[in-house]
């Protein structure tokens, strides 16, 4: 942070100002979001968060309690990147290793979906300008395949997901071809909507009509990991592993499974011969971070730091897409934090 004379002002990651910090941002939070659910009505899934009111109260207790009122107008900058990125660490985390509580996580949850809301205020007002126009271009134009994708990328970002999934069944019956591509996004859109049945039927059905695809079949693995069937998991990627034993991937997603069921020191032994396997393929900055993931999970804090940062270095370097690169920058960032870091903001 910068004081008004220009100081610069740093917080230690896990140092005490950093942990009474975040104790009085839940403490606000949960504080809103609950008020939220008890005052919602019956079935209203979103939350009606005033994120500029939280930060306020925020910024009011803290400047009383933490820091000197000089520095309010730096820390009204800090906190709604911060209070982002504390979410997203909730986020993470419940994706990588599941190892918060389910209210804790449903509560951060809430708080990403207010500031992607919130903070993006001008986007959404022009939602439906956009998809109108969208679909104008598309009576023009109805075999154009990226305006389709335009289109479905919009109704994701505001959760229209039964708006996707009827777009989804016109693009299948539009472009035939893509089939697959198309009916793994369906899947996907289940799996948001928290419906993995039908995500497993669809990958099921496709399986049955290209049995020789075996992407398909690492795809029912993970899916029988999102249902908790680790043995059915582990058994699929064990048999792609015997019929191509030189395919780094194959032991990847073994670890990537056993990572999720926190058998990190197995985990280990299968990210490591993905590297002695295919240390110049595309993906092998996702297998250094979760490498590194692991190794902070059995405690190896040195291994965890030097496989974090040689998948960061790879990454920077990857022709990658912004969004993608941007994510697993954040995920390697934030377990980096948790061991040795200090905040500049």
């Avoid at 389910?102 to 992607?116: C, G, Y």
């Avoid at 997603?253 to 020191?265: A, V």
């Avoid at 299968?270 to 902070?296: A, H, M, N, P, R």
């Amino acid at each position: 942070m910068v004081g008004p004379s220009g100081e610069e002002f740093f917080i230690h990651c896990g140092g005490k100002l950093e942990r009474m910090l975040q104790v009085i941002i839940e403490n606000h939070i949960n504080k809103s979001v609950y008020l939220n659910k008890l005052f919602s009505k019956k079935g209203d899934k979103s939350p009606s968060i005033d994120v500029k009111l939280i930060i306020n109260q925020i910024l009011e207790e803290i400047c009383k309690a933490l820091f000197n009122i000089k520095l309010k107008d730096s820390l009204k900058e800090f906190l709604p990147e911060y209070i982002k990125y504390l979410s997203y660490k909730f986020e993470v985390k419940k994706e990588l290793i599941s190892t918060y509580e389910k209210l804790e996580v449903i509560l951060w949850q809430d708080m990403i979906q207010a500031f992607n809301s919130q903070l993006s205020e001008d986007l959404k007002d022009q939602f439906e300008e956009n998809i109108k126009e969208i679909d104008t271009q598309l009576r023009i134009n109805p075999k154009d395949s990226a305006l389709y994708y335009s289109k479905m990328k919009i109704l994701i970002y505001f959760n229209q997901y039964n708006d996707v999934l009827t777009l989804l069944d016109e693009m299948i019956e539009t472009f035939p071809e893509n089939e697959i591509d198309l009916m793994m996004k369906k899947a996907s859109i289940f799996r948001k909507k928290k419906n993995l049945e039908a995500g497993l039927k669809i990958i099921e059905d496709l399986i049955k009509k290209f049995p020789k695809n075996n992407d398909l079949l690492s795809y029912k693995a993970f899916w029988f990991q999102y249902l908790d069937r680790k043995e059915e998991a582990l058994k699929i990627v064990q048999e792609l592993i015997d019929n191509e034993p030189n395919n780094g991937m194959y032991y990847d997603n073994y670890g990537e499974i056993l990572m999720y069921f926190e058998e990190y020191d197995e985990a280990v032994k299968k990210f490591i011969k993905t590297i002695v396997l295919s240390d110049d393929e595309w993906y092998i900055y996702q297998t250094y971070i979760k490498l590194g993931i692991c190794y902070k999970a059995i405690d190896e804090l040195d291994l965890a730091i030097q496989n974090l940062i040689k998948g960061k270095d790879i990454l920077k370097k990857s022709s990658i897409k912004d969004d993608i690169k941007q994510k697993w920058l954040l995920i390697a960032d934030l377990f980096l934090t948790e061991m040795n870091y200090i905040f500049t903001f």
